[in-house]
Structure formats: structure tokens, C-alpha cells
């Protein structure tokens, strides 16, 4: 595994993920094969998209399942150092006997300056957890 990705894994596990729940996690990478990501998260709506800094390619992933994003707003993280170029990981912590999903959460790591940052939390998401990282589509 990259270095990269356990960091994220380890600081969304012990800072940000709730305890005593199973978790799973996805990693993000573009079909260019490319780790870097201009990063859009809408709070409101439990929605985040992400965009590839090599060949622009634009994903998305809601929390709802409506698949009804509107891309233009939402490439709105960034880092305090100040950019915004992130290498992304997702969590999800899973109830004990179904493997439904909690909660979700998205976090960036800064390719400047390494920074973590937990960008988007999703409660209550209610997914079978295979279903939810498959969730992830090109609008
Ligand atoms: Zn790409
Ligand atoms: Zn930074």
C-alpha cells in the first residue's frame, strides 16, 4: 500500500472515525491511473466530486444516491497552507451485523505540504458498504 493512502487510513481511523466500529475503506484513483484531484465536497447535500489534475476527469460520490450533481460549484477544498491538490481517501465504519454503512467520511491529503484534512462527514448513509464505493460514477 502507498504510503499516501495508510496515512490517510491511520489518520482518519484514530482522529476523525468513530470507535468500536468495523471499518472499510476505499482508495481514489482515476482511471488514468492518476492520485491527484481537485476536490469539490457540498456539505449540505452529502455530496463530494473530484477531479483529476492529469486528464480532468470528474467523479462523483453522494451519499444519497440521486446521482444528480452539479459540478460547477463544488471544487471548493483546500488546504490551510493554501492549495489545493489532494491525494483522497474514503472511510466508512460499518453497524456490526448488517455491513450497512454508518457513516462516511471523505478526507484529502495535501500533495504540497502533507496535510490531512477530513473534508466531509456523512451520517446515517444506510448502504450496503460494496454498494456505496461502487456508488462512484463519471456525471
Ligand atoms: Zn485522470
Ligand atoms: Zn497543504
Given at each position: ?40 465536497a457540498d456539505t449540505q447535500f452529502d ?72 473534508f466531509d462527514l456523512w ?17
Amino acid at each position: 500500500m502507498r504510503e499516501s493512502t495508510i496515512a490517510i487510513r491511520e489518520f482518519l481511523t484514530h482522529t476523525v472515525m468513530e470507535k468500536g466500529f468495523r471499518k472499510e475503506f476505499a482508495d481514489v484513483e482515476c482511471k488514468c491511473g492518476g492520485r491527484v484531484f481537485l476536490l469539490g465536497a457540498d456539505t449540505q447535500f452529502d455530496s463530494v466530486s473530484w477531479m483529476c489534475v492529469s486528464c480532468e476527469t470528474h467523479y462523483c460520490l453522494e451519499a444519497t444516491l440521486t446521482y444528480t450533481m452539479i459540478l460547477d460549484e463544488l471544487a471548493n477544498c483546500s488546504c490551510p497552507c493554501d492549495l489545493d491538490r489532494f491525494e483522497i481517501g474514503i472511510g466508512v465504519s460499518l453497524y456490526p451485523i448488517n455491513e450497512v454503512v454508518s457513516t462516511a467520511y471523505i478526507a484529502g491529503m495535501c500533495v504540497h505540504c502533507g496535510k490531512i484534512t477530513c473534508f466531509d462527514l456523512w451520517s446515517d448513509v444506510d448502504l450496503p458498504y460494496s454498494l456505496f464505493f461502487t456508488s462512484i460514477y463519471e456525471p
